[in-house]
């Protein structure tokens, strides 16, 4: 009987929230009830196996029909039948009941990382190898999950975030918005490269002079490293010799191997060609240059859906190791020169 008060209680301070008379269906206990009943076909088993009153269900079924308007049971002395309207009824909470499973379900999925897109939006130059190897490896212990890489100019990775069409984004070089903080950073000098055989790679300690008589291939001006080089040449009282802008890093990479210009960018944007010989890193002596990194960052108001969180976990414990193996590559790659 204490069961039975508390049920009774339960249903009666449930009255006052109700939303409805028609959603009372889907109210308090009285649908899961329903549902017992009608699939035991008797009130009392139905009670024993939900372990409460059999008068606490009777009461609950009895508003069901009150407010619906309709008998929905038909009571008998070895159970119950249901109604047409019981039977109406019943279709539809059992599939209200699938739906809610599969929500739980879902939920489950994206927390186990079974499921899930992540949104990147990022400078060109950490597509390679950096962020391809990271996404082929988490791909591989969580298949399910998808991948959505915009690669664009800085402001368009800031606009991005901004609009919520991405949820981590990638920039080169320092960065402030108020809507933005950064989740982890990874130190990429600013280096100039030229193919092998060039006549600079013979020469060490070059400074910006050294650079501003030759042509060379330069990022527009949506990118960041477009405003350091300018920067830094300006204030050097020098401005740098750029007959070849280009969106594309991918371009200049080819165009400086073909046509023996400079260009700029990070390690990262141009390790393959670096390792391969064909693009060969100046001993180049710029303070700007040194320190720059490449920042992980997402909005400061956001929070990250599971399979974001944990990818965005991956790749800053793997900016952890960048410099050691930057610098390792980078010294090996200046012997080789030498």
């Avoid at 549902?35 to 606490?56: K, Y």
């Avoid at 190898?129 to 100019?153: D, M, N």
Wanted: hydrophobic share 45%.
């Amino acid at each position: 009987m204490v069961t039975e008060s508390r049920e009774h209680a339960s249903a009666d301070s449930g009255d006052a929230e109700a939303p409805g008379p028609a959603l009372h269906a889907l109210h308090s206990g009285a649908a899961r009830y329903f549902i017992e009943v009608a699939r035991s076909a008797s009130i009392r088993q139905a009670a024993d196996r939900l372990g409460i009153a059999p008068s606490a269900i009777s009461r609950q079924i009895a508003r069901l029909e009150r407010e619906l308007k309709a008998q929905l049971l038909e009571r008998r002395a070895d159970g119950v039948v249901l109604t047409d309207a019981g039977t109406i009824l019943l279709q539809h909470l059992e599939a209200i009941q699938d739906r809610l499973d599969r929500i739980s379900g879902d939920i489950a999925d994206l927390t186990a990382l079974r499921r899930g897109t992540v949104q990147i939006a990022t400078v060109e130059g950490i597509t390679r190898p950096f962020l391809s190897e990271q996404i082929a490896e988490f791909r591989t212990r969580h298949p399910g999950v998808h991948f959505h890489l915009r690669s664009c100019g800085r402001q368009k990775v800031l606009e991005a975030l901004e609009e919520r069409r991405s949820q981590i984004g990638f920039l080169y070089d320092h960065f402030s918005h108020p809507a933005l903080v950064e989740a982890g950073s990874w130190r990429q000098p600013l280096l100039v490269l030229v193919r092998a055989g060039h006549p600079l790679t013979q020469r060490r300690g070059l400074t910006l002079a050294d650079l501003a008589q030759e042509p060379c291939g330069l990022p527009d001006e949506t990118f960041g490293i477009h405003h350091l080089v300018l920067r830094a040449f300006a204030r050097a009282g020098l401005q740098p010799k750029a007959p070849i802008l280009s969106d594309s890093l991918g371009f200049l990479r080819d165009h400086a191997i073909r046509s023996g210009c400079l260009t700029f960018m990070p390690l990262q944007a141009a390790m393959p060609e670096i390792a391969a010989g064909d693009l060969v890193p100046l001993d180049l002596d710029c303070a700007e240059f040194r320190h720059r990194h490449i920042y992980a960052v997402v909005r400061r108001d956001q929070v990250l859906a599971p399979a974001a969180a944990a990818f965005l976990q991956e790749v800053v414990a793997a900016f952890a190791d960048g410099d050691r193996r930057d610098a390792a590559f980078l010294a090996a790659a200046r012997r080789d020169q030498a």
